[in-house]
């Protein structure tokens, strides 16, 4: 049997849109939350759209007790304050992945950045992030420049044509996350390299988000030419 997804805050937009086209793949995924009963309802909404009880509702610790991959997808801002009271219930057999992006609080009109370095206190999340959890733990990132309203639309399956850039020093660890993205139709795992590509791979969100604000719609993402199809 393969290794089992929860995603810590699991509940929110970018959360509920991985678990829903999971679902659709008939992948089953655990949602965590602070509150299980919030994530007893944004399950059964879930479970309703993919017609089968494939989404299970926990608190976030139950959901890393009964997963494998851990997907963190909480606000960048409580990253940190999430996984610090959960981090005793990590194990070498966990995988974290990184969805976050640190970006600045941003005004109408105004260009889109990331927390600088001395802001952040390190040069990007993943590297933030790496720095809280024991090094025995991998931690990949992934998912940082897909929007989450793409995937909840299901309507629009086409658009949904992008290349999800995972980047991590381990490389079995980074297919098994490959492994999961390609149940998701339409969606094209890339190796983007080690922990570092998060310095660049953050920014690129930031560019995203402010192509659609010029634009005027949530679903720019990156789909990069002269990629050969090669295993990796
Ligand atoms: N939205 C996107 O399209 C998108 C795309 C790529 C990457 N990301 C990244 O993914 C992460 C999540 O984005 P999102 O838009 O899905 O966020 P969100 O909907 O605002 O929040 C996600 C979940 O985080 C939990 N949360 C909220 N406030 C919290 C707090 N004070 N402490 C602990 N948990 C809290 C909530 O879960 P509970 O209340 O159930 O605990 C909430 O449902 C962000 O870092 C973002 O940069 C988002």
Not at 43 to 57: D, M, T
Not at 183 to 209: C, M, Q, Y
Not at 217 to 230: A, N, R
Request: proline share 4%; glycine share 10%.
């Amino acid at each position: 049997m393969g290794k089992t997804i929860g995603l810590i805050g699991g509940t929110g937009k970018i959360g509920q849109g991985l678990a829903l086209r999971w679902g659709l793949a008939r992948e089953s995924v655990v949602i965590g939350s602070r509150k299980k009963e919030k994530a007893s309802i944004i399950s059964q909404q879930i479970n309703g759209k993919i017609g089968e009880e494939l989404v299970i509702p926990r608190t976030n610790a139950v959901c890393i007790e009964e997963s494998e991959i851990i997907i963190l997808t909480v606000p960048f801002e409580h990253l940190i304050d999430t996984i610090t009271p959960i981090t005793g219930l990590l194990t070498e057999n966990h995988i974290i992945v990184d969805v976050t992006v640190p970006l600045k609080p941003f005004r109408k009109g105004k260009m889109v950045d990331v927390l600088s370095e001395s802001e952040l206190g390190a040069k990007s999340a993943t590297e933030l992030l790496r720095n809280h959890i024991p090094p025995e733990i991998p931690i990949v990132g992934a998912f940082k420049t897909i929007s989450n309203t793409i995937l909840l639309d299901t309507n629009r399956v086409p658009t949904l044509n992008q290349d999800i850039f995972i980047f991590g020093g381990n490389k079995s660890v980074k297919r098994v996350i490959r492994d999961k993205i390609k149940l998701i139709k339409f969606l094209k795992p890339v190796d983007s390299g080690n922990i570092l590509s998060a310095r660049h791979i953050e920014h690129f969100t930031a560019f995203l988000i402010g192509l659609n604000r010029r634009y005027k719609t949530h679903d720019c993402g990156f789909s990069v030419t002269g990629l050969i199809d090669k295993a990796w």
